[in-house]
T-cell receptor, first 120, second 111 residues
Framework: GAVVSQHPSWVICKSGTSVKIECRSLDFQATTMFWYRQFPKQSLMLMATSNEGSKATYEQGVEKDKFLINHASLTLSTLTVTSAHPEDSSFYIC????????????????FGEGSRLTVL | RKEVEQDPGPFNVPEGATVAFNCTYSNSASQSFFWYRQDCRKEPKLLMSVYSSGNEDGRFTAQLNRASQYISLLIRDSKLSDSATYLCVVNKMDSNYQLIWGAGTKLIIKP
């Protein structure tokens, strides 16, 4: 099946620093990638939808200047948490929809392994 | 009211037993429904889609009740490896690709 690789899998940083998380589709082209955040014992919350070559669409309440998303190619999207603070500590997961899936959406998004961010 | 609601559990079930979870959704116009499985500290993985007529995949049966706006998942002959959190997922009516996730129901299968 399709593979999405996310890096780093975990990161610890000091408050005020920026952290970049990469999401790569390894064996397919991803026109659309989604970035989620999950706090302990809570549901996945969609942060933004990123489309290759265009600006990301952010969900209500997500600061676009704090969570910078770049989707420069069909196989790579990056999320940069700028000036991270302890409240940004969370599990960040990307997912991708394959270009080859066509019009129909089967519901199968291919997920990266997730990145656990801890801000001290 | 949350858009997708699930009983968080945990459900503690002996191996071999049958267990069922329900999930309710608030948007009557939702079109697509799915069950995902998430192991601890791992990414979610699609378990099965839920079709209007109900569908079965091995030991797993999913059903949809549009009138009452709920989805169910039944697991028969449960295995230790079924221990996980099961996430109910519903599509947003304004996009085929954006999904609303329930917080999940934790299942623990005991030997």
């Amino acid at each position: 099946g399709a593979v999405v690789s996310q890096h780093p899998s975990w990161v610890i940083c000091k408050s005020g620093t920026s952290v970049k998380i990469e999401c790569r589709s390894l064996d397919f082209q991803a026109t659309t990638m989604f970035w989620y955040r999950q706090f302990p014992k809570q549901s996945l919350m969609l942060m933004a939808t990123s489309n290759e070559g265009s600006k990301a669409t952010y969900e209500q309440g997500v600061e676009k200047d704090k969570f910078l998303i770049n989707h420069a190619s069909l196989t790579l999207s990056t999320l940069t948490v700028t000036s991270a603070h302890p409240e940004d500590s969370s599990f960040y997961i990307c997912s991708a929809k394959s270009l080859a899936s066509g019009r129909g959406f089967t519901g199968e998004l291919f997920f990266g392994e997730g990145s656990r961010l801890t801000v001290l | 009211r949350k858009e997708v609601e699930q009983d968080p559990g945990p459900f503690n079930v002996p191996e071999g037993a049958t267990v069922a979870f329900n999930c309710t959704y608030s948007n009557s116009a939702s079109q697509s429904f799915f069950w995902y499985r998430q192991d601890c500290r791992k990414e979610p993985k699609l378990l099965m889609s839920v079709y209007s007529s109900g569908n079965e995949d091995g030991r797993f049966t999913a059903q949809l009740n549009r009138a009452s706006q709920y989805i169910s998942l039944l697991i028969r002959d449960s295995k230790l490896s079924d221990s996980a959190t099961y996430l109910c997922v519903v599509n947003k009516m304004d996009s085929n690709y954006q999904l609303i996730w329930g917080a999940g129901t934790k299942l623990i299968i005991k030997p």
